[in-house]
């Protein structure tokens, strides 16, 4: 029998920052187009025709956020009927992780404005977009326990403290620091160096450690399990 189908097809992106003093932030956009004029959402948009959604979805965090992720992977998919009072429309939403100091957030034409909000106060969001970032925020939470894509979040070179924080900001809950500290330093995935924290609130400056990458995939290759 015929089939009469009527779907349009867009992409949404959920960027995860971290600020030390603020937590999880998540980027949002605010829309200068109707439905929902005005109201803060993901940065996204409708897939063009000759593109991949690979590539959607890096435009429109680059045209309406001034964005530009090294880390991003496909989340899920979102498509129940109403979601969108445009009509039937079926989003692929992704998410990825920055640090935010690194990047001057920048809306264009699509967006009056481009800003980065706590995970824990978001304001009211178009769409069904509540949902896609608590099925994100789930995924980083499971995924931040067996691979260190936490390194994303941070400075190049950073304080153990910092690790430390991040791990029970994502985790929202306390960790054993030792044993923490324990096993990074057996795993090896740290590089230490001769450097302090130029600024401090309190206390003395701490040492500088960065992410070694290379060891980490060495380790994987040979079966290792990297678990908080």
Known sequence: ?????????????????YIPREGIVVLLIKRTIDPYLHSWALPGGFVLDDESLETAVTRELLTEAGVNINYLEQLYSF????????????????????????????????AEDASWFNIKDLPSLAFDHATIIDV????LRNKIRYEPIGF????????????EKLYETLLD????????????????ILIAHNEKQKQVSQGRPAKLFSFNEEQYFKLKKEGMAFEI
């Open 1 to 17: 029998m015929p089939v009469k189908q009527n779907i349009r097809l867009t992409v949404d992106a959920v960027v995860f920052g």
């Open 79 to 110: 498509g129940l009927p109403g979601r969108d009072p445009r009509g039937r429309v079926v989003s692929v939403a992704y998410f990825g992780l920055v640090n935010p100091t690194n990047f001057k957030l920048a809306a264009s034409s699509d």
């Open 136 to 139: 994100a925020v789930q995924r």
């Open 152 to 163: 994303e979040l941070l400075d190049k070179k950073f304080p153990i403290a910092d690790l």
């Open 173 to 188: 809950r306390p960790i054993d620091r030792r044993n923490f500290q324990k096993k990074i330093n057996h795993l090896g």
